[in-house]
């Protein structure tokens, strides 16, 4: 068996242990992360593409957001369509001027890996059998498999950052957690395309023939979705059923619609509301995904993961300053402060802007009065913005 010796132990390569690792890092604290896919797996996957305001601040402070804020594309407002129109929500005025990028969760991923590269600090990529031990003593420690060889390392810390399927929440005792969830009846099947964005800005439309969001990448890419069956069956959705589709839910009365081109990328994606409490196990702690999941629609998984691994460590920090535990103590009350406010926006941005099969002719009624007092409503809109923003 390899042994091997950190201060902190990050299981996952994702958003969350890569930004944890630098942020560490910055501190002068040793960690050593661990993956289980390749480097090309997590880059290439497509998921978020909206940052927060403060993620973007986080990323530049870091000294890791030099790409981001040259590439990224500042948005300072939304569109809501419904009923044929599309409705501007105009954010950064009811922020006092903050904004989204859009930036793809593959480049966040990208700069992380290149930034964590240059520290010269150890990321094992490809590991199997990763096993977490003694978190509930003074000395955890993880195993793993590294190209067939039995690796153990010795640490202060775990940090779980592996997602919702990782093994870290799923070491802890059931009846040490408590779980709150909720899945939605829906699903989105989503598409990147060579096409040019349409609009400047993302349209989130609710349709009688269901949700659809259009969002991009890049001058040249758009992302797209629709609201779709939880199981969708892709092969039911050859490309000219998914732009046909696309136009009738998009499509506003002003001729508006998005550009069609070649489809680079097609899946479907379920969606739940997952929240894991608490989120310390004596010295193991869970951040991003592996603690809880948000439905899309808020934009938000992304961003809770770094404001998770911000919270952890300014705590770790503190302790191998001070030696003082109190905000490791109260790590998971601070972030599941934040959290369960994203959970509620999150969720309210679903119900607003989803045809739930089970709603009835009053519930629809509803929605679409809903949709017109948000944006309508001076109030309204300004509360949107304040939590989309972040
Ligand atoms: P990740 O990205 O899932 O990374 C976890 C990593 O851990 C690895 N892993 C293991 N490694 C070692 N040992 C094990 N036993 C392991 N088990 C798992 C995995 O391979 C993986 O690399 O979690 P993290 O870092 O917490 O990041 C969270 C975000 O990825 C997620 O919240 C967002 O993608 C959610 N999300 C969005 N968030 C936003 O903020 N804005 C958005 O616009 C947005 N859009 C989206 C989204 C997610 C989507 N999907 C596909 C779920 C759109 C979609 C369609
Ligand atoms: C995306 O661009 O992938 C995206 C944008 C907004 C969302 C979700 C996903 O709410």
Redesign the pocket.
């Known amino acids: 068996m390899k042994q091997l010796k950190t201060q902190v132990g990050i ?7 890569l930004l944890l690792g630098h942020l560490l890092h910055l501190q002068g604290i040793d960690s050593i992360i ?4 390749s480097l090309e797996y ?1 880059v290439e996957r497509v ?5 927060e305001q403060g993620t973007v601040d986080l990323m530049r402070d870091a000294g890791v957001g030099e790409r981001l804020l040259r590439e990224g594309m500042r948005h300072e407002g939304i569109y809501l369509a419904f009923g044929g129109e599309r409705h501007r929500v105009d954010m950064a005025m009811a922020t006092g001027g903050r904004a989204i990028y859009v930036y793809g ?1 593959n480049e966040v991923v990208k700069d992380l890996s290149a930034a964590r590269v240059a520290t010269g600090r150890p990321l094992y990529y490809e ?1 199997d059998k ?1 096993a977490v031990h003694g978190y509930d003593t003074p000395s955890p420690s993880i195993t ?1 498999e590294a190209g067939g060889e039995p690796h153990e390392i010795r640490c202060d810390f775990i940090a779980g ?7 870290c929440r799923q070491s802890v005792p059931a009846a040490d957690l408590q779980v709150f969830d909720r899945v939605y009846p829906f699903g ?1 099947l ?1 598409i990147l395309a060579e096409a040019a964005p349409s609009c400047e800005e993302l349209v989130y439309s609710l349709h009688e023939r269901g949700f659809a969001l259009f969002s991009m990448r890049s001058h040249s890419i758009t992302r797209l ?1 629709l609201q779709c069956a939880p199981d969708e069956d892709l092969a039911k959705w050859p490309d000219d059923r998914v732009w046909e589709e696309l136009q009738i839910r998009l499509g506003t009365s002003d001729g508006w619609k998005p550009n069609t081109g070649r489809i680079l990328q097609k ?1 479907v ?1 379920g969606m739940r509301s997952f929240v894991a409490e608490p989120m310390r196990f004596g010295r193991l702690f869970l ?4 603690a809880h999941i948000v439905p ?1 629609t808020g ?7 770094a404001s998770d691994v911000r919270y952890l460590c300014d705590a770790l920090a503190a302790f191998y300053r001070t030696g003082d535990e109190a905000l490791l103590t109260g790590y998971s009350a601070k972030a599941l402060r934040r959290i369960w406010k994203a959970q509620r926006f999150s969720w309210w941005m679903t119900s607003m802007l989803h045809l739930d099969p089970a709603a009835s002719a009053f519930d629809r009624r509803r929605q679409m009065a809903e949709l017109d007092y948000v944006t309508g409503s001076e109030a309204a809109m300004a509360s949107l913005s304040e939590s989309y923003v972040g």
């Open positions: 299981v996952g390569a994702g958003p969350a242990g661990i993956e289980h896919r997590v998921r978020a593409g909206v940052l969760q590991v990763v793993f950052c592996d997602g919702f399927h990782g093994v989105w989503g979705y899946s994606t951040a991003g995904d592996a899309p934009a938000k998984g992304l961003n809770l993961a």
